[in-house]
């Protein structure tokens, strides 16, 4: 038997009504504040990749799944969905009418971590994207956004983490520091983290291993480096946050692990998931849209990770799961053709019917309705149609009535919606 590939996994009928609902409410609240979607390709040019997300993250050096097509152009298989939608606002120009637009796009992204829970090789974000408000007050609206997509979706144990990463201006003065303090602790670092000193410093304030978190405790903070306008961008976020009564915690050591962030970035984390502790992240990437090739716009975004919402939303999937209006039992074979006449017809009504397709005893097909959880059940035999009317049975109450044939679709409309 061919099993799937290592950190991927299946949806099934049963977990999948959970992520339409996640789905669902997430998208409905993005309408409501104007975003629109955007569908974007699974795979891209690996250099979009490595231009934005940068080649010195663990993402690029060794998580993409990227291959030769049959030409020899490299290609990836995306692991995020932020420069794709920043490719395809630049390349169709959709800053020429309007440089301010608001997309989300819901889909799979690929990356080659190490598969644990909460972390998969094919794991699904949606994302919300702000392209062209330089205001704070976009950064602010996101958090909102994800503050109450949470609660609509009872997710509790949540906390906000915001940290400023400043901007060209002042960051490279916060990198020298970071890189002498690094270089005098290197003994304590991890081997990862030696490397990282040179090739991206910011990366060692947040790495997980212990002996690093330890020896990161007195690093210099960014946010005493940060440049007049950077300092009081992040203080219109706080302030703003605080008049919503969004309980926030400055997490100085928050670099998220994306290189295309300044200024104000944001995770949602929570203490359910483990390790994995982010449900959702993001921040400003002023520079991208430039950096890809477009004109100077600035952008703020955020994904939320659906695997990992779907494991902690305190919604009950069971309420989510569909069970059939209605079971057609049909003893005998003209019942049987006449049954399945009416369960089409139902269906155009938007009533769910099921039937047995096998000529079946009565009990048995009353055990199947059962297993399926119908609310009622309709039982057709010869002689019921020769009298013109049929019996409709309710599960619950196990009332029954007789009803007539002629207009059918009608009658049981009327007796179950
Ligand atoms: P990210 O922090 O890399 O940001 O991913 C966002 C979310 O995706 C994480 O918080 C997590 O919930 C989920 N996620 C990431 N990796 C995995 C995995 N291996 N398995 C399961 N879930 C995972 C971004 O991707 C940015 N593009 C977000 C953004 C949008 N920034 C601005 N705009």
């Known amino acids: ?109 690929f990356r080659r971590e190490r598969p644990q829970k909460g972390r998969y090789r094919q794991f699904y974000q949606i994302n919300a994207e702000i392209i062209g408000v330089d205001s704070p007050l976009a950064d602010v609206e996101l958090i ?76 210099p903070s960014i946010l005493d480096y940060l440049c007049p306008v950077c300092s009081q961008d992040f203080e219109t976020v706080k302030t703003a946050l605080e008049a919503f009564k969004i309980p926030f915690t400055v997490d100085n050591q928050l670099v998220r692990g994306l290189d295309y962030y300044t200024r104000t970035t944001f995770e949602i984390q ?56 209605i079971f057609l039992a049909a003893l005998g074979e003209k019942s049987q053709s006449l049954a399945f006449k009416w369960k089409c017809a139902l269906g155009l009504e938007g009533v769910k019917a099921e039937m047995d397709f096998g000529v079946r005893s009565l009990k048995s097909q009353m055990k199947q309705a059962d297993r399926l959880g119908a609310k009622h059940v309709l039982i057709i035999g010869d002689n019921e149609i020769k009298e013109g009317a049929v019996i409709l049975r309710d599960m619950t109450t196990k009332a029954q009535v007789s009803i007539p044939i002629e207009d059918i679709v009608e009658n049981i409309k009327t007796k179950i919606l």
Not at 42 to 68: H, N, Q, W
Not at 172 to 199: G, H, W
Not at 314 to 322: E, R, V, W
């Open 270 to 325: 929570t203490g359910s998931l483990g390790a994995q502790s982010a449900v959702a992240g993001g921040g400003r990437y002023d520079g991208l849209v430039k950096a890809l090739g477009g004109p100077d716009i600035p952008g703020t975004g955020f994904a939320i990770g659906v695997d990992r919402l779907s494991e902690i939303t305190g919604l009950n999937n069971a309420d989510y799961i569909k069970a059939p209006d």
């Open 144 to 219: 909102f956004l994800l503050v109450t997509l949470f609660s609509r979706l009872s997710v509790s144990d949540v906390e906000v983490h915001i940290n400023s990463l400043g901007c060209p201006e002042c960051r490279p003065k916060f990198k020298a520091t970071l890189t002498d303090f690094l270089t005098s602790s290197t003994e304590n670092l991890c081997s990862d983290c030696v490397i990282r000193i040179y090739r991206n410093p910011l990366r060692v304030l947040d790495c997980k291993v212990p002996a690093c978190r330890e020896a990161m405790t007195d690093a």
């Open 1 to 109: 038997m061919i099993q799937l590939i290592r950190g991927f996994k299946d949806i099934l009928p049963g977990e999948v009504e959970l992520w339409q609902q996640i789905e669902k409410t997430v998208c409905s609240l993005l309408e409501d504040f104007g975003f629109k979607e955007i569908r974007i390709p699974i795979m891209e040019r690996t250099e979009l990749f490595a231009r934005s997300i940068g080649e010195d993250t663990d993402i690029v050096e060794k998580e993409m799944y990227t291959f030769p097509d049959r030409k020899g152009e490299l290609i990836t298989l995306r692991p995020e969905a932020t420069a794709s939608v920043v490719r395809s606002y630049i390349q169709h120009k959709l800053y020429a009418k309007d440089p301010v637009r608001k997309f989300y796009t819901i889909g799979p992204m």
